[in-house]
């Protein structure tokens, strides 16, 4: 695992930018698993300020995105394809027909992961997967549980994720209590996982998953079974390492 440790939110962001703008340059079709959350914004607007100057070309670029909301219309303000498009998708040049998010409104949700994972396999695996760890560990929404889920599955969504998201809506109520997300076999998969993490609040969780035992009850540690991780943090986030 290659680690940076950043100054800042800021200098994290510009980091893990960098990182990203590299593959893309490097490899023009590139296919991309992107994360959300308030952790990669940063990342996201760096990623479109340097589209807009015409440094980074995305025309090529194909996505997937780790995760959505069951029963959120793509179009509410806190789903997960209303996110991308406003953090990222609008902001440049990418076919939108080559970006894809889980549809939350599926009426046979199982079939829904079973076709995403037909589009990731469709588009030969994920060149670099954005991860960004929840404070109980989780990488998209995987939970921790008592076993590894592998594949796109819907998940109840524990009671601290519901508190984390409830900040986002009118109320706790209104926070769905299940989502879609991809599983680890397909994160595990990926050539290079870029993992970004910010923050004091962090700190712990980051030191368990990536110092830890490996074991699904802390779902982020089966990446310290990758070959190809770069953690970039900021010095908060990273002061228990």
């Known amino acids: ?3 940076f440790v950043t100054e800042d939110y800021q200098a994290m962001s510009r980091k893990a930018a960098n990182i990203l703008s590299a593959q893309v340059i490097l490899k023009p079709d590139t296919v991309l698993g992107l994360a959300t959350g308030s952790t990669p914004q940063g990342m996201y607007k760096q990623l479109a300020d340097w589209c807009d100057k015409g440094d980074l070309d995305f025309s090529q670029v194909k996505t997937v995105n780790l995760d959505e909301y069951v029963g959120l219309d793509p179009t509410h303000d806190q789903s997960y394809r209303y996110f991308m498009q406003k953090n990222l998708f609008d902001h440049i040049n990418i076919v939108q027909s080559n970006t894809n998010v889980p549809n939350g409104l599926a009426k046979d949700t199982a079939a829904e992961c079973q076709r995403y994972d037909q589009i990731i396999r469709d588009m030969g695996g994920i ?9 109980n560990g989780h990488i998209g929404f995987n939970e921790p549980g008592d076993t590894f889920e592998l594949d796109t599955h819907v998940v109840d969504l524990t009671e601290r994720t519901i508190e984390a998201n409830a900040r986002f809506f009118a109320s706790r109520d209104d926070v769905p209590r299940q989502a879609m997300t991809m599983g680890v076999r ?3 998969q990926a050539k290079l996982i870029l993992l970004v993490v910010s923050g004091e609040d962090k700190a712990d969780i980051v030191k368990a998953a ?3 035992p490996v074991t699904p009850k802390v779902p982020a540690s089966i990446l310290q079974l990758h070959t190809n991780v770069v953690l970039v943090g900021d010095k908060a986030a990273l002061s228990k390492l």
């Not at 060149?127 to 404070?135: A, P, T």
């Open 210 to 212: 990536l110092t830890g």
């Open 1 to 3: 695992m290659q680690i």
């Open 127 to 135: 060149d670099l997967q954005v991860l960004g760890m929840g404070h």
């Open 186 to 188: 397909p994160i595990m």
